[in-house]
């Protein structure tokens, strides 16, 4: 069973709420896409697809639970679960720093959550936000790898003299964070570890295969379709 999936993105390319409709096919295709930035894009995806649910595997309440308690010890507190979402090479953050680490439309996997830090009553309270970004790619032998390419926060609030002071801890806590997703990465492969590909690709969403129309969040949830070898 093929599919081809149409993706309309309400509130920009592989960002918020999307609308994904599918039709089925008994008849294979090949795979193609439409060109990355896309308002609208169209994947034709082969009956040989795996879909990898980056979302459901990485939003676990294990994994939950392990970042909350790392930024408890760091004097902060969660107050989301942990987002996953497809972000072009060219929209992460800290993309000017090195802007030839990958092509401007090559796809990494941004993982985020929320945070909150009470701070003394002379300050308002801290919001923010951080993310660490994944690098998915196939090796000369057509294996898949995961490695994390880096982190990025942003916050709100700590005013008038507490936002320097949370900010110089949060740079501190980012290797420690750095290393808490590193060490999820192997679930991520585990069950594909031996097998080889000739495509991975990035779907908005959960990337249902079933027949219809589905609306849901591509800032919350992104999968993987890997076509075998």
């Not at 072009?88 to 990494?108: C, E, N, T």
């Not at 110089?168 to 990465?185: C, F, S, T, Y």
């Not at 585990?190 to 990337?207: D, E, H, R, T, W």
Request: glycine content about 8%; aromatic content about 10%.
């Amino acid at each position: 069973m093929s599919v081809t999936s149409t993706y309309t993105f309400i509130q920009g390319y592989f960002n918020g709420i999307f609308i994904c409709q599918n039709a089925v096919s008994a008849a294979d295709q090949l795979f193609t896409e439409s060109p990355p930035g896309s308002v609208v894009s169209v994947v034709h995806r082969p009956s040989g697809e795996i879909v990898v649910d980056l979302g459901k595997l990485i939003n676990t309440n294990a994994n939950v639970g392990m970042v909350a308690n790392q930024l408890i010890a760091a004097g902060a507190s969660l107050t989301s679960g942990l987002r996953v979402q497809g972000t072009p090479w060219i929209g992460v953050p800290y993309f000017i720093q090195s802007p030839a680490a990958h092509k401007p439309f090559d796809m990494l996997a941004k993982v985020n959550f929320d945070f909150h830090i009470e701070t003394p009553w002379a300050c308002t309270d801290i919001d923010g936000t951080i993310s660490v970004f994944l690098f998915v790619f196939l090796d000369s032998q057509k294996h898949l790898h995961v490695t994390v390419d880096g982190t990025w926060f942003s916050f709100e609030g700590g005013l008038p003299f507490c936002a320097g002071p949370a900010s110089d801890a949060l740079k501190a806590a980012m290797p420690a964070v750095r290393k808490q997703v590193q060490n999820l990465l192997p679930q991520l492969t585990s069950a594909i570890a031996n097998v080889k590909f000739s495509q991975a690709y990035y779907l908005p969403g959960n990337g249902t295969k079933a027949a219809g129309t589905f609306v849901q969040n591509a800032s919350v949830d992104t999968a993987l379709g890997l076509l075998p070898a």
